[in-house]
């Protein structure tokens, strides 16, 4: 199995930023892909910004320019750093892994989501 924990979120004012981190831990072959999502209240989740194991990114069109995707294969993390936080970004952010385990195969995982508010 995975776990995947984030940590970073919070109350920020507009035009602020914050850095979401997000740590792989559990018996695996490897991770693939490790992305970050976002739901806000009354609407679906969505991608917010994706990255490849090979470091190939790709963002939501609200995410350009502002968010920036990393991540450190050897640590098994994956971070996001927002900048220019808008209230429409407030939302419970979500940390997801594509895995391969010797149980599961080749699954996807969720972490539990931390609560970003962007307020004045």
């Known amino acids: 199995q995975v776990q995947l924990v984030e940590s970073g979120g919070g109350l920020v004012q507009p035009g602020g930023s914050l850095r979401l981190s997000c740590v792989a831990s559990?018996?695996?072959?490897?991770?693939?892909?490790m992305g970050w999502y976002r739901q806000a209240p009354g609407k679906q989740r969505e991608l917010v910004a994706f990255?490849?194991?090979?470091?190939?990114?790709n963002y939501a069109d609200s995410a350009k320019g502002r968010f920036t995707i990393s991540r450190d294969n050897a640590k098994n993390t994956v971070d996001l750093q927002m900048n220019s936080l808008k209230p429409e970004d407030t939302a419970v952010y979500y940390c997801?892994?594509?895995?391969?385990?010797?149980?599961?195969?080749?699954?996807?995982?969720w972490g539990q989501g931390t609560q970003v508010t962007v307020s004045s």
């Open positions: 997801n892994a594509v895995a391969l385990t010797a149980t599961m195969g080749l699954s996807q995982y």
């Open positions: 559990g018996s695996f072959f490897s991770i693939n892909g």
């Open positions: 990255i490849s194991s090979a470091g190939t990114t």
